[in-house]
C-alpha cells in the first residue's frame, strides 16, 4: 500500500539550503576534504583601556609568525609545518592542521602603530590594542554682538 505525502517545497529547500551550507563551510574551514590550510581560533575580549586577540597557534615557531597594521586593519599571518616523521612509516589520520593562515581583523577607527603590541607564550598570540581616544565635543563661541552685517574675511566677500 502506497503512502501519500504532502509536498514541502520550502522545507526541501531549507534542507537543500543547508547541505550547500555545510559543504561550503567545509571548503572553507579546511576540513580536509579540499584543502589542508587552518584558521585557528581566536577570543576577543575588551578590558578597561585596551582590545586583546588571542588566537591558538600550537606548534608554530615564533618566527613564523607575522602580525601587521595596515590602514585601520590587523593582519596575521603564520604557518604550521607538517611533520613527517613516523616510527613505522604510517599514517591512519591526518587531523591537525597544516600550512600558511592569515586572518584580517578590523581595528576600531583612530588606532595608530603605537597602540598595537604582541607576544606569544605558550602556542597563544595575544594582540593587546590600546583603545583610540575618543573624540570630545567641542565648544564653540557663538558671536552675539548683534550686529546684523556678516563679517568680512580678509580675502573674501560679501553679497548683499
Keep these: ?30 576540513n580536509g576534504r579540499a584543502t589542508q590550510s587552518w584558521i585557528p581560533t581566536a577570543d576577543v575580549w575588551e578590558a578597561e583601556d585596551e582590545l586583546v586577540y588571542a588566537f591558538d597557534l600550537p606548534g608554530v615557531a615564533e618566527d613564523a609568525i607575522s602580525v601587521e597594521l595596515d590602514d585601520g586593519a590587523l593582519t596575521i599571518t603564520a604557518e604550521r609545518d607538517r611533520q613527517d616523521s613516523v616510527e613505522d612509516g604510517r599514517y591512519f589520520r591526518f587531523e591537525r592542521r597544516f600550512g600558511t593562515f592569515t586572518r584580517t581583523i578590523g581595528l576600531p577607527q583612530g588606532v595608530t602603530d603605537d597602540a598595537v603590541s604582541a607576544k606569544y607564550v605558550n602556542g597563544v598570540l595575544e594582540v593587546h590594542v590600546a583603545k583610540p581616544e575618543q573624540p570630545k565635543p567641542r565648544k564653540i563661541q557663538v558671536d552675539g554682538a548683534g550686529n546684523s552685517e556678516p563679517k568680512t574675511i580678509e580675502g573674501s566677500s560679501t553679497r548683499k
Design 1 to 30: 500500500m502506497a503512502t501519500l505525502v504532502r509536498w514541502a517545497p520550502f522545507s526541501e529547500l531549507a534542507s537543500f539550503q543547508n547541505e550547500v551550507s555545510r559543504m561550503m563551510n567545509g571548503l572553507l574551514e579546511g
